[in-house]
């Protein structure tokens, strides 16, 4: 994906153009498409090698310049990479890579003034101190989609509305497939489910499961740490869980599936759309009236229509509200 997506991006290089527009009068108008300049780029951990992509490939096919702030906990895999990039032939200077933490390099990257853009990908509340950041310098143009494997991904299917006329069954079998689910050093053969990023969102994780017990969901799962060493979770399964829980309106990050009950389509689009978030969204139906009503009702990003996170390179994904 890395790669067809470098490759997708190249293309563009050479096709990106301006308009002559049809104007009153003796007039020649046009409109040219000129390079921002230098762009500042701030990716997150959970996808370091497609978050790079996804950044450097548009802005380097538009000519600009490319200042990059990796994770603190993964700056490696972009570090090879651009070193890839220089053996390809790019010229030093035009892509750079500097890791760091985020209240130092970060902060430092969203408020220079010889800064011209600044692109963020991360959580909702550093989006919005970067907002601030790029204002209250140059007031440099943004793009900041908030937004990660084990359940570290966001657009995970943690939020789960199903019929009631199949609810318990979905449930078992959801149950069953969490229980049989590999965990262990994701370097292994046959693992299915690696460890958590750190100890942070380890214990943020496990928070949110003893949340979902004491706020009455059903736990059909262990729901607890994964052997003695690292940062493993179980596989976690919460049914008869209601909309007003913590588990169901917030963002846990982790291998946790909330099960709530529908009755129809009104009833799922109102409950689905009842939340602060809104990047993507799937669908599993044989109904295609009901594709097509959920598709267009859903206020998010991107919805799939029985499948899921599948991606191409030509294919935009973004969403609206705080995601």
Known sequence: MLVRLIRYYAGWADKIHGLTIPADGAYHVQTLHEPI????????????????????????????????????????????????FLEAGLPPGVLNIVPGFGPTAGVVLASHMDVDKVAFTGSTATGKVILQLAAQSNLKQHTLPY?????????????????ERVYDEFVEKAKIRALNRSVGDPFKSGIEQGPQIDSKLFEKILRYIRSGVDTGATLETDGERHGSKGYYIQPTVFSDVQDDMPIAKEEIFGPVQTILKLKNNED????????????????????????????????????????????????????????
């Open 37 to 84: 300049g230098v762009a500042g780029q701030i990716i997150p951990w959970n996808f370091p090698l497609l978050m790079f992509a996804w950044k450097v490939g548009p802005a380097l096919a538009c000519g600009n310049t490319v200042v990059m702030k990796t994770a603190e906990q993964t700056p490696l895999s972009a570090l090879y990479t651009a070193r890839l």
């Open 147 to 163: 937004s990660s494997n084990q359940g570290q991904c966001c657009c995970a299917g943690s939020r789960t509305f199903v019929h």
């Open 268 to 323: 799922v689009i109102q409950r689905a759309n009842n939340s602060k978030y809104g990047l993507a969204a799937r669908i599993f139906t044989q109904n295609i009236d009901t594709a097509n009503t959920l598709t267009r009702a859903l206020k998010v990003g991107t919805v799939w229509v029985n499948c899921y996170d599948v991606f191409d390179a030509t294919i935009p994904f973004g969403g609206i509200k705080n995601k």
